[in-house]
C-alpha cells in the first residue's frame, strides 16, 4: 500500500508538471510552423507543438478511454472526421476565429475527465463533435491560403487520430484504481490549465 501511495505521487507530480510546462504563456504564431517537408507535414508538426489544441485532444481521449471500448472508439472516429469539417469552414472564414473559449474548452474537458463523468455514448459523440467543430475552426481561420492550409488540415487531422487512438487504448486497457486515479490527476490539471489561461488572458486586457 505504502509503495502503491509513493507511486501515484511521484505520477502526480510528473503529471502536473508537464501540463504546466505545456501552458507556459509563450510567444505563438497564427500561421503554421514550416518543416520544410510540406504542409502535411507542418500541419501534423502545428498539433504536437500547440497545447490549445494538443491538451483538450488528450483529455477527450482519456475521457473516452476511462468510459470503454466502444466510446474510444465513437471518438476516434467522430473528433477527427468534425475537425476537418470545421477546419474547411474556418478556411474560408474571412477573419480568425477568437481562441478566448479555448479555457472553457479546458475547463471543461479537465473538468469532466477529474470528475470521472458517467457520460453516455451520446453525450461523448455530441463532446466530440463540439470540440472538433471549434478547434478545427480555429485551426483552419489561421491557416492561411486554402490550398495550403487543406493539406495542413489532413496533416493535422492525422495527428488528431493517431493520438486519440493511442491514448484512448491506453486508457481501456487500465485496471488498477490507482491507475484510474493517475488519470484523472491530469484531468484536473488540464482544468487548472485553463483556469490559468484564462487568468492570463484576463491580465492581458487589463
Not at 25 to 49: I, K, R
Not at 181 to 201: P, Y
Request: proline share 3%; net charge positive.
Amino acid at each position: 500500500m505504502r509503495n502503491q501511495s509513493s507511486i501515484r505521487s511521484r505520477l502526480s507530480m510528473v503529471l502536473g508538471a508537464l501540463a504546466l510546462l505545456m501552458v507556459l504563456p509563450a510567444h505563438t504564431e497564427a500561421h503554421l510552423n514550416s518543416t520544410g517537408l510540406g504542409p502535411v507535414y507542418d500541419g501534423l508538426l502545428h498539433f504536437v507543438l500547440s497545447p490549445e489544441d494538443f491538451l483538450p485532444v488528450l483529455a477527450l481521449a482519456l475521457l473516452a478511454g476511462l468510459r470503454g471500448a466502444d466510446h474510444g472508439r465513437r471518438a476516434l472516429f467522430v473528433l477527427p472526421t468534425s475537425w476537418l469539417i470545421g477546419g474547411l469552414v474556418g478556411l474560408s472564414a474571412t477573419s480568425p476565429g477568437s481562441t478566448a473559449l479555448t479555457c472553457v474548452s479546458f475547463l471543461l474537458l479537465g473538468g469532466l475527465l477529474a470528475a470521472d463523468a458517467k457520460l453516455s455514448l451520446r453525450a461523448t459523440t455530441i463532446l466530440a463533435v463540439i470540440v472538433g467543430l471549434f478547434h478545427g475552426y480555429l485551426n483552419g481561420s489561421g491557416m492561411g491560403r486554402p490550398e495550403n492550409g487543406g493539406l495542413a488540415l489532413l496533416g493535422l487531422i492525422f495527428g488528431v487520430f493517431v493520438f486519440v487512438a493511442v491514448a484512448a487504448a491506453f486508457v481501456v486497457r487500465l485496471r488498477r484504481q490507482w491507475e484510474h486515479i493517475a488519470v484523472r490527476v491530469m484531468g484536473s490539471w488540464i482544468a487548472a490549465s485553463g483556469l490559468l489561461m484564462l487568468g492570463w488572458a484576463a491580465r492581458g486586457r487589463w
